[in-house]
């Protein structure tokens, strides 16, 4: 699966490419023009691309006098921070898992503590600010019951009917622990197809943590949901990439089992997408099993470049938001793309927070849609 990525032009700032050393899976050397480094900007990329946890460790085997102490002590701080802040969402996963395992609720965690400790074998060498779980769409109602007992707010709104069509999770905050959680019924939300929740059950792995077995997505699930998320968000923060970049290495991928998952979910191209980015970015040794599938899909390697200058400026928060959906969008299938311009159509919650009207004409959002949308983008610009 080797893709090349043509490029008008590979000028790479010295602190993109230090940080890029950095995430590399192979202990790096120190680079040579480590001296001219702007720490200031170097800290900002770090800090946007949420890897300080990597940086640190591999600052503290360089031991180098030309490393900003500065710097090096903001990043110590941050990892510190961190690691606080993992062990108290570790200690919430186990609650959230036991709670829903209680009452009978099939639950899945899709990323947080777990991936820190499946790919990284460390809590503290991921960042994660909330926990993401996943229930069949059979039992949303009855685990926004179990989270409200919890102590949970729900912070999103449901303001019109079709708001589990629309949506594919709701986000929960908790003001006694400060915990964030998003319950999803569906792995993405401009996808038709999706991978059915009991075939995930089914092939799911299981982590006893603190005396709680916490169940998680099958490795290979996992690979394809990483790459479809971070192919959604335009891998605007690297530590996605790395994800890609520690499950494909330190994880062994079940062809078979990946061939069946790309056909219910139809996304090679997020496969391809984010193994060639990791490949490019990150030097990414991908597993012959990996290459040697037959690929049927192949994208423009100019979007790819785009991808990649998108990355290198997302720090300097030049980057709009549907940017990462145009992204998104251009790496669709022919009927994907029909499928998520159709249902960018349909009315949505926020739209009935802009213009409230009473609800037996709510059928007048259908006509108002565009007009809202296009309303929602000027003011996003001004």
Request: glycine share 2%; proline share 4%; charged share 25%.
């Amino acid at each position: 699966m080797d893709i090349s990525i043509e490029t008008k032009s590979e000028i790479t700032s010295n602190e993109f490419e230090l940080m890029l050393i950095c995430l590399r899976s192979h202990m790096p050397q120190i680079p040579t023009y480590l001296p001219d480094i702007n720490w200031d900007e170097f800290l900002k990329l770090v800090m946007h691309h949420r890897v300080y946890p990597q940086v640190f460790k591999v600052f503290k085997k360089w031991d180098s006098q030309f490393i900003s102490q500065a710097v090096f002590l903001k990043i110590e701080s941050l990892y510190t921070k961190n690691l606080f802040r993992m062990l108290q969402l570790t200690k919430e996963m186990v609650m959230v898992s036991r709670s829903f395992a209680e009452q009978n609720i099939p639950l899945i965690i899709l990323k947080g503590p777990i991936l820190a400790l499946e790919l990284y074998g460390d809590i503290s060498q991921r960042t994660s600010k909330d926990l993401d779980i996943l229930c069949d769409i059979g039992d949303v109602d009855r685990s926004i019951e179990l989270l409200l007992s919890l102590g949970y707010d729900l912070t999103d709104e449901r303001l019109l009917s079709n708001w589990m069509n629309k949506m594919h999770h709701l986000s929960f905050y908790n003001p006694d622990s400060n915990m964030q959680v998003e319950l999803h019924w569906k792995l993405n939300p401009n996808l038709e197809l999706t991978l059915p929740f009991r075939e995930l059950w089914r092939r799911k792995q299981t982590k006893v943590i603190s005396n709680q077995e916490v169940n998680y997505l099958s490795n290979e699930d996992l690979l394809l949901y990483l790459s479809e998320h971070g192919s959604r968000h335009g891998w605007f923060r690297l530590k996605w990439l790395m994800d890609i970049d520690r499950l494909v290495i330190s994880k062994k991928i079940d062809v078979i089992n990946l061939k069946v998952s790309l056909e219910q979910y139809k996304v090679m191209h997020y496969l391809i997408q984010s193994t060639t980015l990791s490949q490019h970015l990150l030097l990414t040794d991908i597993p012959v099993e990996i290459i040697g599938m037959p690929l049927k899909v192949q994208r423009s390697s100019r979007n790819l470049h785009k991808i990649i200058e998108s990355i290198k400026i997302s720090h300097q928060g030049k980057n709009n938001p549907s940017q990462y959906e145009w992204f998104f969008f251009l790496w669709m299938s022919t009927r994907q793309k029909f499928y998520y311009l159709r249902n960018l159509l349909k009315p949505s919650s926020k739209d009935a927070r802009m213009l409230p009207l009473a609800r037996d004409i709510h059928f007048m959002y259908f006509l108002l849609r565009p007009f809202l949308l296009i309303w929602r983008a000027v003011n996003r610009k001004l």
